[in-house]
């Protein structure tokens, strides 16, 4: 088995975009415990940090992220406590991230990393990507929130031939059904990536933060309860810098410049 990288998540700031890389690229960025662990906590404190303004996820080397790394023995197979502790805190950290999030998938997501790059709020993929759900062919559930993401974005009997697999999903297949937002050449994904985090990250991301927020309200809300929401965060809003520095751009005739406060 090859050697273990020292630093399994390479995390880098500049110009107010993270990036994160999943870097066990010989296990296809398999995600065992201390990658979990660490990827958890670099979403939980980028959450506080200022200086971060957008995110992107991507993988080392030839793949996105294998899923769960089925070598991590008995305790990988404590499903509910493994679960309940790492990846669903993982997956509602990206989601309830005050920030927009980029996954740049490079190449297959498989399990839970097909869970992992939907969690984002934009995904981009190369035009090698597959995204396969693969928990059928270990007769398991999907888990990390897949299920809840591929209904809501699919519909429930095309999610279902998606994860038995009789559906597959390659970057335009993702991208026709609504998954991805842009298919792109290999050797443009970073640069793609990166190029619309910079853009989020030049935004209001204090109004983008709240509209992440009301979002995941209202998937599940009636329309009375949605509206209410809404209100509530427009107010918040509403008394932002970034709406000042709107309203006055606009009247001046002159690009805003947002500062995500």
């Given at each position: 088995?090859?050697?273990?990288p020292e630093t399994?998540?390479l995390?880098?700031?500049?110009?107010?975009?993270?990036t994160?890389?999943?870097?066990?690229?010989?296990?296809?960025?398999a995600?065992n415990?201390?990658?979990?662990?660490e990827?958890?906590?670099a979403f939980?404190?980028?959450?506080?940090?200022?200086?971060?303004?957008?995110?992107?996820?991507?993988?080392?080397?030839?793949?996105?992220?294998?899923?769960?790394d089925?070598?991590?023995?008995?305790a990988?197979?404590?499903?509910?406590?493994?679960?309940?502790?790492?990846?669903?805190?993982?997956?509602?950290a990206?989601?309830?991230?005050?920030?927009?999030?980029v996954?740049?998938v490079n190449?297959?997501?498989?399990g839970?990393?097909?869970?992992l790059a939907f969690?984002a709020d934009?995904?981009?993929a190369?035009?090698?990507?597959?995204?396969?759900?693969?928990?059928?062919?270990?007769?398991l559930?999907p888990?990390?929130g897949?299920?809840r993401?591929l209904?809501?974005?699919?519909?429930r009997?095309r999610?279902?031939?998606?994860?038995?697999?009789?559906?597959q999903?390659?970057?335009?297949?993702a991208?026709?059904?609504?998954?991805?937002?842009?298919v792109?050449?290999?050797?443009r994904?970073?640069d793609?990536a990166?190029e619309?985090?910079?853009?989020?990250?030049?935004?209001p991301?204090?109004?983008?933060?709240?509209?992440?927020?009301?979002l995941?309200?209202?998937e599940?809300?009636?329309?009375?309860e949605?509206l209410e929401?809404?209100?509530?965060?427009?107010?918040?809003?509403?008394?932002?810098e970034?709406?000042?520095?709107?309203?006055?751009?606009?009247?001046e005739?002159?690009?805003?410049r947002?500062?995500?406060?």
């Amino acid at each position: 088995m090859p050697d273990e990288p020292e630093t399994p998540l390479l995390k880098e700031i500049a110009g107010g975009v993270a990036t994160f890389t999943l870097n066990r690229p010989e296990a296809l960025n398999a995600l065992n415990a201390q990658l979990r662990r660490e990827l958890l906590a670099a979403f939980r404190a980028i959450a506080r940090d200022e200086a971060v303004r957008s995110v992107v996820i991507t993988g080392a080397g030839r793949g996105f992220c294998a899923g769960a790394d089925l070598r991590g023995g008995s305790a990988e197979r404590d499903f509910r406590a493994v679960l309940g502790a790492e990846y669903n805190p993982l997956i509602a950290a990206i989601r309830n991230l005050p920030k927009p999030v980029v996954a740049a998938v490079n190449g297959v997501a498989a399990g839970a990393g097909v869970s992992l790059a939907f969690a984002a709020d934009v995904v981009v993929a190369s035009e090698g990507a597959r995204f396969v759900p693969a928990f059928n062919r270990i007769a398991l559930v999907p888990d990390s929130g897949l299920a809840r993401t591929l209904v809501r974005g699919v519909g429930r009997h095309r999610t279902f031939e998606i994860l038995m697999g009789e559906r597959q999903l390659g970057a335009h297949d993702a991208h026709g059904l609504g998954l991805v937002a842009a298919v792109v050449p290999a050797d443009r994904l970073g640069d793609a990536a990166r190029e619309l985090a910079q853009r989020l990250a030049e935004g209001p991301t204090r109004s983008i933060g709240l509209t992440k927020r009301l979002l995941n309200a209202v998937e599940d809300a009636t329309v009375a309860e949605s509206l209410e929401t809404e209100a509530a965060l427009q107010d918040i809003a509403g008394r932002s810098e970034d709406h000042a520095e709107g309203v006055a751009a606009f009247g001046e005739k002159r690009d805003p410049r947002f500062t995500g406060r």
